[in-house]
C-alpha cells in the first residue's frame, strides 16, 4: 500500500509560478513510478509529468515542457512538481499518482493510462487567471 498526499495548490497570476509537493509513504514505495496528472472540469485527467525510477528520469508532456519541472527529495520522500509560466489552461486539479512499471523502458509512465496507476493522491485545485 502507498499513500500519497498532495499539497501547494492555490491561485495565480497568468505568468505567475507554483510548486506542487506529492508527500509519498508506504511500504515500497521507492520502487514506484510516480506521476503527475491534472484535470480541467469536463476533460479527462491526463498525464503531466512522471518519474521513472528505474530508469532515473523524469518525463513531460509536451504541454508543459520547458514549464514544470519534476524533482524528488528522497529523504523526504516527497515529489515536486515546479510550474512556472502558468497558463489559464493549466487550471486543473492536480493528482499525483504511483504505479508499479518494472521492466518497462524509461519513458513508459508518460504513456501509460490513469487506470494503470495503482494509488492516488487526494488531489490539489491550481487556478491560474487574473
Known amino acids: 500500500q502507498v499513500h500519497l498526499v498532495e499539497s501547494g495548490g492555490g491561485l495565480v497570476q497568468p505568468g505567475g509560478s507554483l510548486r506542487l509537493s506529492c508527500a509519498v509513504s508506504?511500504?515500497?514505495?521507492?520502487?514506484?513510478?510516480i506521476g503527475w496528472f491534472r484535470q480541467a472540469p469536463g476533460k479527462e485527467r491526463e498525464i503531466v509529468s512522471c518519474?521513472?525510477?528505474?530508469?532515473?528520469?523524469?518525463h513531460y508532456s509536451d504541454s508543459v515542457k520547458a514549464r514544470f519541472t519534476l524533482t524528488r527529495d528522497n529523504v523526504k520522500r516527497t515529489v515536486f512538481l515546479q510550474m512556472s509560466s502558468l497558463k489559464p489552461e493549466d487550471t486543473a486539479v492536480y493528482y499525483c499518482?504511483?504505479?508499479?512499471?518494472?521492466?518497462?523502458?524509461?519513458?513508459?509512465?508518460?504513456?501509460?493510462?490513469?487506470?494503470?496507476?495503482?494509488?492516488w493522491g487526494q488531489g490539489t485545485q491550481v487556478t491560474a487567471s487574473s
Open positions: 499518482a504511483a504505479g508499479y512499471f518494472e521492466g518497462y523502458s524509461s519513458g513508459a509512465c508518460l504513456r501509460f493510462t490513469s487506470d494503470k496507476y495503482d494509488y
Open positions: 508506504g511500504r515500497s514505495a521507492e520502487l514506484y513510478d
Open positions: 518519474f521513472s525510477v528505474f530508469a532515473g528520469d523524469a
